[in-house]
């Protein structure tokens, strides 16, 4: 920006207008709020002609080469972004994290390189907790690539700072397109649903396919009404998450349940939706999950 500060920038795909980029911001904020280490994330509104090509940018061609970037590539990825009323285009702006980037961090395991990392990853109370903050906000992405490690300095003393990152594909956003029905009810390969479907020649229909979805674009797939925070899946099996024991839960249901209504719809307001119904919606669905895992894990 003008100030010389970084930002990843994101933007929604055409038939999802603030979608995603409102998922990034309020799911960084639900997740700072419950205490993880984020990015900063900010919607910014710009014009074509705000955005100034720098000499060293790159891109990477179809071959999978890098060449200089031109204008035409800029007006090219514009294409494909939606405009709001006044012909602005709208995305999310995700402050780089400072530090020295190390990549992603596993949910199994050590880091050898890191003399405090001393409690195997899949019994670490916040990453098996993590489980029930990831089904409340629909965070079903939950993976390594959605995970950063850097290296901070503070008071002269260096040490290795756990991020998550990337919550485009929270709530009812999968990042470029709506939630599947599918996302936070079965994993993306999983055996036993297949057997079931060829076994009743695709005539068996699970309560999760006859869930009831808005008409609101921003808002993608998401609801309230069948969902069961025990029977919740990511899209992948996660070690952390198999491991996770009663107390876990129980620790990350008091953090969800400490979460006022008001403080709910405060948080969801920040994604700046186009509809109030948008923000009505995710808000209202988010109160309701918030009260079945109360019970669920008390």
């Known amino acids: 920006d003008s100030r010389g500060q970084k930002f990843i920038i994101k933007v929604d795909p055409l038939g999802n207008p603030n979608m995603a980029t409102a998922a990034d911001v309020i799911g960084a904020k639900f997740f700072y709020a419950l205490g993880y280490h984020v990015p900063e994330n900010y919607v910014v509104h710009f014009e074509a002609g705000n955005l100034v090509l720098d000499r060293e940018a790159k891109v990477t061609d179809a071959q999978g080469k890098k060449r200089r970037m031109k204008q035409r590539d800029v007006d090219e990825i514009l294409l494909n972004v939606p405009r709001d009323p006044?012909?602005?285009?709208?995305?999310?702006?995700?402050?780089?994290?400072?530090?020295?980037?190390?990549?992603?961090?596993?949910?199994?395991?050590?880091?050898?390189?890191?003399?405090?990392?001393?409690?195997?990853?899949?019994?670490?109370?916040?990453?098996?907790?993590?489980?029930?903050?990831?089904?409340?906000l629909g965070h079903n992405d939950?993976?390594?690539?959605?995970?950063?490690?850097?290296?901070?300095?503070?008071?002269?003393?260096?040490?290795?700072?756990?991020?998550l990152i990337d919550f485009g594909a929270a709530f009812g956003s999968d990042s470029f397109t709506a939630k599947s029905p599918r996302a936070g009810n079965r994993y993306l390969f999983e055996v036993r649903s297949s057997i079931v479907q060829?076994?009743?020649?695709?005539?068996?229909?699970?309560?999760?396919?006859?869930?009831?979805?808005?008409?609101?674009?921003?808002?993608?797939?998401?609801?309230?009404?069948?969902?069961?925070?025990?029977?919740?899946?990511?899209?992948?099996?996660?070690?952390?998450?198999?491991?996770?024991?009663?107390?876990?839960?129980?620790?990350?249901?008091?953090?969800?349940?400490?979460f006022r209504d008001d403080e709910i719809r405060a948080i969801v307001?920040?994604?700046?939706?186009?509809?109030?119904?948008s923000a009505?919606?995710?808000?209202?669905?988010?109160?309701?999950?918030?009260?079945?895992?109360?019970?669920?894990?008390?």
């Open 86 to 136: 006044e012909g602005r285009y709208r995305a999310v702006a995700s402050k780089k994290i400072q530090g020295t980037l190390l990549g992603p961090f596993r949910f199994h395991g050590l880091r050898k390189d890191d003399p405090n990392d001393i409690v195997p990853h899949e019994h670490r109370r916040e990453l098996r907790g993590l489980f029930v903050f990831a089904a409340w």
């Open 198 to 258: 060829i076994v009743t020649l695709g005539l068996y229909v699970p309560r999760w396919a006859r869930a009831h979805y808005p008409n609101l674009p921003e808002v993608g797939r998401f609801e309230s009404e069948i969902f069961e925070p025990e029977r919740w899946k990511p899209n992948y099996p996660n070690p952390a998450f198999d491991n996770r024991l009663p107390d876990d839960t129980f620790w990350a249901a008091r953090q969800v349940m400490a």
């Open 269 to 277: 307001e920040t994604g700046e939706y186009g509809d109030p119904r």
């Open 142 to 163: 939950v993976k390594s690539l959605n995970d950063l490690d850097c290296i901070v300095k503070e008071d002269g003393v260096s040490s290795i700072r756990h991020y």
């Open 280 to 298: 009505d919606w995710i808000a209202k669905s988010l109160i309701v999950r918030r009260d079945k895992i109360g019970p669920t894990y008390f």
